[in-house]
């Protein structure tokens, strides 16, 4: 894909590149279009659970390795805000171990992601944070920190943790009897929220280490990525089928990163009920903006000045100042759109 990069950085949004998109080093990449930007961003870890830096607890992908560091230190240099994107449960290589992959209730496992009810994985992700956090970077966008849907997951140790609760044996517990009595409905979605801000507590906490341990100005900003979709209801069904809890987010890093229609191709029409619809579901973000912290609209695959200035118009309609996006969906995409709403 050949693109005219210096047309998308003029348009003052940030980009998360990966390494492979920029076909030349870094400095002379940032020399020939520093100028234009005035943040960009680069993956750290990405789907694939390989760190581009030299992680001492995710594995590495050595080739980037050299990339990644003298792009950070030259953003820095250049005065540029520099953030990062972090895949948290959206974890192919730790999706393999069985230990945490999620599934569903007939026991279907997904292999591009892990289950959030993992303590021991929260851990791991507050250390790749503090990693992540020692480079001279202003921001982590936290990718896949949710559920994959309402009908996860149904691992043994979300059968244990939640079956006492609806008076259940583990094994006996399904879909369906838990959305049968509603009462079971609204306990799933409050203990399936409370696991997801569990873990982005423990990553907050993280963050303030890495500010301890640094020298930086500025606190270490964690962005929470959450896919808002009229397959999933927009912000209000997302709260059920991922788990989130805009408040909290609000409260533990004030920082949200809406993913806009990730299952979805096309952003309905200005002047159509939809558009109402979806303008009126990203109300929330005002309480971000309130408080001091920050929204941002985000979406994958952007290509087209088109659609930069579609998202722009948006943004201005939902009152959100900040535009991230990046130039390719991911690569294992259809099995996570078909994870997301397909039929189980
Ligand atoms: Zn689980």
Redesign the pocket.
């Known amino acids: 894909m050949k693109l005219n990069y210096r047309e998308f950085f003029m348009q003052k949004m940030v980009i998360v590149l990966k390494p492979d998109d920029v076909e030349m080093s870094a400095k002379e990449f940032l020399s020939t279009y520093a100028s234009y930007m005035d943040g960009v961003g680069m993956i750290g870890k990405g789907p694939t659970g390989y760190a581009m830096y030299p992680s001492r607890t995710a594995p590495v992908e050595e080739k980037h390795v050299q990339f990644f560091e003298e792009w950070v230190e030259l953003t820095h240099a250049l005065g540029i805000k520099s953030v990062i994107g972090m895949d948290l449960y959206t974890d192919t290589y730790f999706a393999r171990d069985p230990k945490y992959i999620?599934m569903t209730a007939t026991g279907q496992k997904m292999e591009h992601q892990i289950?959030p009810?993992r303590p021991e994985f929260w851990e791991y992700g507050a250390e790749v944070v503090k990693e992540i956090g020692s480079y001279p970077i202003e921001e982590i966008l936290l990718f896949g920190t949710g559920f994959i849907r309402d009908h996860f997951?149904f691992?043994d140790?979300?059968r244990n943790d939640f079956a006492p609760l609806v008076n259940q044996e583990p094994n006996r517990l399904t879909y369906a009897y838990i959305t049968e009595n509603p009462e079971y409905h609204a306990k799933w979605h409050q203990w399936r929220s409370e696991k997801v801000h569990e873990g982005l507590t423990v990553l907050q906490a993280a963050a303030r280490e890495a500010d301890e341990a640094t020298e930086r100005e500025e606190p270490l900003r964690l962005a929470v990525e959450v896919l808002l979709d009229p397959e999933t209801g927009l912000s209000e069904g997302g709260k059920k089928e991922y788990g989130y809890d805009y408040a909290k987010i609000g409260e533990t890093t004030g920082n949200v990163l809406i993913n806009l229609f990730p299952w979805s191709p096309l952003l309905p029409a200005k002047g159509t009920s939809q558009y109402t619809d979806l303008v009126e579901s990203l109300y929330f973000t005002n309480e971000f903006t309130r408080r001091g912290g920050r929204a941002s609209l985000f979406r994958w695959g952007v290509t087209t000045l088109e659609q930069v200035h579609e998202l722009k118009a948006l943004a201005k309609d939902a009152g959100i100042e900040r535009i991230v996006t990046t130039f390719h969906y991911p690569s294992d995409y259809s099995r996570r759109r078909e994870s997301a709403i397909g039929n189980y």
Do not use: G, P, Y
Request: proline share 0%.
């Open positions: 999620t289950c009810n997951c691992c140790r979300c």
